[in-house]
């Protein structure tokens, strides 16, 4: 079982920053993919972003139409877990932010995903 926690949300205006952190108990897991969902009032839940480790070593990452050239998705330090950039935020990006990791499929429906966080909350006020 991998057990993975977020953090980082809060409250802000917008245009500003936030940058949100995935830690995780199981240091050797190694997943092909690991991402960001997001959840908002409303229950909508859509991907912000994927990060597709390659065979290479390399990474490829792909991200929310609503969120392109606004947020960035890397790998932290560990190389196990993803943080979230999260730039000019919008009142929009108000939601549960959740972090996954899977070794299956990449895809951008977060019931695919072998592992998800409880999420942390992003405010943005206008």
């Known amino acids: 079982q991998v057990r993975l926690v977020e953090s980082g949300g809060g409250s802000v205006q917008a245009g500003e920053s936030l940058r949100l952190s995935c830690t995780t108990s199981?240091?050797?897991?190694?997943?092909?993919?690991m991402g960001w969902f997001r959840q908002t009032p409303g229950e909508k839940r859509e991907g912000v972003a994927i990060l597709r480790i390659l065979r290479t070593g390399g990474v490829d990452t792909n991200y929310g139409d609503s969120v392109k050239g606004r947020f960035s998705v890397a790998q932290d330090n560990g190389g196990n877990t993803p943080y979230l950039q999260m730039n000019s935020l919008k009142p929009e990006d108000t939601a549960m932010y959740f972090c996954a990791v899977t070794r299956g499929q990449c895809t951008w429906r977060l019931s695919d995903w072998d592992y998800r966080g409880q999420g942390t909350l992003v405010t943005v006020s206008s």
């Open positions: 199981a240091r050797t897991y190694e997943s092909k993919c």
